[in-house]
């Protein structure tokens, strides 16, 4: 089976990798890829927002499924124009449709779909410029820390959480009166301030079955501690050390099954990846929001840990014969560490060579903003490299994937030395 991966990053990287281990794949395409997946398959440079040209590699390249990486084409309805065109209609799209993908794509979506079918979650509010005085008396009715997410796409670094209420409220009138996230902070929703401990759970859903993937925790902010600014995530660790089978339970009770049987019953088809992320409170599983692909650096540690076939599992997905799907998961703990452009999450420098890639053993190197020039690879973004490792417990495969970064050097890096500190 030919296959073809939408994206650029360290999630389609791990995606590619594992998908190269699959005795049923004939060829694997990347679209656009970066400097790491052109080990395991061959990168196309186009533009997977642009649906035209994503057809035509299609077509060209005998693809018989695509699985869709990032957020922006599943909101921009690529699963639908699959669907209405004759040429591409029978081929499988891991990735929800565009009225499924708003569970992401808007914060009041998914948060009108949780109280609809009684998923525990914050309560809110949500605000336009119409109402935006409203908004501001509205944080004055709530106590520190007040939370504030922009309604759309802001690449994960759209939710603000703020101690001081004069801050809260200047935020608040910057995203909406000055557009401070663009148009994805057109509506603001606020919510109640939640105290835990967070956590992610992944799950596959062929609309009408679904399987459980390995779990995860990862660390959005820069700095160590948890300070800074937040960014697309800074290292991973799975499974999460405090979700035992108890809590497990319990998020399949009340947030996983009625996230699943709550699609069916609004008429809503999905099949693909449901990334739910959570907060522990008191042992009781809230969920925070929900995304409509897998995350990025979670896959770098919760791809490695699946130990049956991808592609059967894809395939089973497209299928929808996810019910007789045995996973097999690896019971070694994996963790990712990223290391980051300096600078990031605001203005950083392109172009760094990077070097003692080929002294690294012991760990996966997965390359999420990397690209090759000639025989050089270079840092192409803000997150450059994820350095993934197996152990038995996240603090013996940290240290592999520590000691691996030492081997490794672009000017101005930087990663987070804390990863799993809180645990």
């Not at 501001?136 to 690449?155: C, I, N, S, W």
């Not at 059967?312 to 290391?339: H, S, Y």
């Not at 452009?341 to 003692?356: L, M, R």
């Not at 690209?371 to 350095?387: E, P, Q, T």
Request: aromatic content about 8%; overall charge negative.
């Amino acid at each position: 089976m030919n296959l073809l991966i939408l994206g650029s990053g360290g999630r389609e990287c791990a995606l590619a990798w594992k998908l190269a281990q699959s005795t049923k794949l004939g060829k694997l395409f990347i679209a656009p890829g970066n400097a790491g997946t052109v080990r395991y398959g061959t990168n196309l440079e186009l533009n997977p927002n642009d649906f035209l040209q994503v057809k035509k590699a299609v077509l060209d390249h005998d693809i018989q499924m695509v699985v869709v990486g990032p957020e922006d084409p599943l909101v921009l309805g690529i699963h639908d124009f699959f669907l209405e065109d004759k040429e591409l209609i029978k081929i499988p799209v891991i990735g929800p449709q565009k009225l499924a993908a708003q569970l992401e794509g808007s914060k009041e979506f998914a948060k009108e779909f949780m109280y609809r079918h009684h998923i525990p979650t914050a309560k809110y509010r949500s605000f336009t410029l119409e109402n935006v005085d409203e908004g501001l008396e509205f944080l004055e009715t709530l106590t520190a820390p007040y939370v504030l997410k922009a309604d759309g796409l802001a690449a994960g670094k759209g939710v603000l959480i703020l101690n001081d209420l004069q801050e809260a409220k200047k935020e608040l009138d910057e995203m909406l009166r000055q557009q401070k996230f663009g148009s994805a902070s057109s509506k603001v929703v606020i919510e109640e301030f939640l105290d835990g401990i967070e956590m992610s759970s992944f799950v596959l859903t062929d609309s009408e079955n679904y399987v459980i993937l390995p779990n995860a925790k990862d660390y959005k902010r820069i700095g160590e501690g948890d300070t800074g600014l937040n960014t697309g995530g800074m290292g991973a660790i799975s499974p999460v050390p405090f979700a035992d089978a108890e809590f497990l339970t319990k998020v399949e009770e009340r947030v996983i099954i009625p996230t699943v049987e709550g699609l069916k019953k609004d008429g809503i088809p999905y099949v693909g990846f449901i990334f739910i992320g959570l907060i522990r409170v008191n042992n009781e599983p809230f969920v925070i929001e929900y995304n409509v692909r897998m995350g990025d650096p979670e896959t770098e540690v919760v791809i490695p840990r699946i130990a049956s076939d991808l592609l059967d599992l894809f395939i089973a997905t497209g299928n929808k014969e996810l019910d007789e799907f045995d996973l097999k998961v690896d019971q070694r703990a994996a963790t990712t560490v990223m290391m980051v452009s300096g600078g990031y999450p605001e203005a950083y420098e392109k172009g760094k060579q990077i070097t003692g890639l080929e002294s690294v053993a012991d760990s996966i190197i997965f390359h999420a903003g990397t690209k090759l020039s000639g025989d050089k690879v270079l840092s192409n973004g803000g997150r450059v490299l994820a350095v993934t490792s197996y152990g038995e417990d996240f603090k013996q495969a940290l240290i592999k994937s520590y000691k691996n970064i030492e081997k490794i050097h672009f000017d101005k890096m930087n990663y987070r030395k804390d990863i799993g500190f809180d645990l």
